[in-house]
């Protein structure tokens, strides 16, 4: 695109060489271009970081998740084992053979790890991007939420004040309540009175026709929030 753009191409001549739309080279060009002109190696690099950060913030290995899951029954909170993950790395990490890892190591430098994918696939990975391999405490929630949705126990495991979960046993319909539903008045007043950082609040947006529904949690005092859609 860099030398197509100095050869004086229009977007849309851009577009039809590369194979793709003009929007896409539009954006790309608007994305990387300063008084300079286009800087073709800005947008590789960033193109590179995006893509391996993403691999690897979405990656979970079974080890991760039945650590994963062990933790949450025992009550830890997602933030504490976010961070346990974060210090426990090299405890998930998949063995590679020591040809490779020499062979890789060689051109790496000190502050590089060695990581291997699942499917074999060999990675050296700057100790600032090792957040990555972390689980993040906002794709735990968004787990267990999953997990709710599939019938499964581990949003009852959150460490949380007020009452406790209780099954419903007196025959009722419960069509159109929410299972296990706690009633907001029932919340302590500190989460009311918005003073401290911790509280979230998790909704759910249903599509046309059932087609999909959005999941939403957000945190009470800074509204950071985390969606994620969800296939019906």
């Not at 590179?48 to 830890?76: G, N, Y």
């Not at 062979?103 to 430098?109: D, G, I, T």
């Not at 957040?131 to 949705?149: D, H, P, R, T, V």
């Not at 099954?167 to 009633?183: A, E, F, H, L, Y």
Request: a positive charge.
């Amino acid at each position: 695109m860099s030398t197509l753009k100095k050869s004086g191409c229009s977007q849309r001549e851009i577009a039809e060489i590369i194979g793709t739309s003009q929007s896409t080279v539009s954006r790309e060009l608007a994305r990387n271009t300063s008084e300079r002109g286009y800087k073709h190696r800005q947008a590789q690099g960033q193109t590179d970081r995006r893509r391996t950060e993403s691999a690897w913030a979405s990656r979970m290995t079974p080890k991760m998740i039945e650590v994963i899951e062990s933790k949450l029954r025992a009550e830890w909170s997602p933030e504490q084992i976010s961070g346990w993950l974060l210090n426990n790395q090299e405890q998930l990490i998949i063995p590679v053979a020591f040809q490779v890892a020499t062979f890789l190591a060689a051109f790496a430098h000190p502050d590089h790890l060695l990581l291997v994918g699942s499917r074999g696939f060999a990675y050296l990975l700057p100790s600032s991007k090792l957040k990555c391999f972390g689980y993040s405490y906002e794709s735990i929630y968004l787990q267990i939420w999953a997990n709710k949705q599939a019938g499964g126990d581990l949003y009852m495991h959150f460490r949380r004040q007020g009452k406790k979960y209780d099954k419903r046993r007196n025959g009722k319909s419960t069509r159109g309540q929410i299972k296990n539903r706690v009633s907001i008045d029932d919340r302590p007043e500190i989460v009311d009175d918005k003073s401290r950082i911790g509280d979230w609040e998790i909704d759910t947006v249903i599509g046309k026709v059932h087609s999909g529904a959005l999941v939403t949690i957000v945190e009470r005092v800074t509204k950071y929030t985390v969606s994620k859609a969800q296939q019906m």
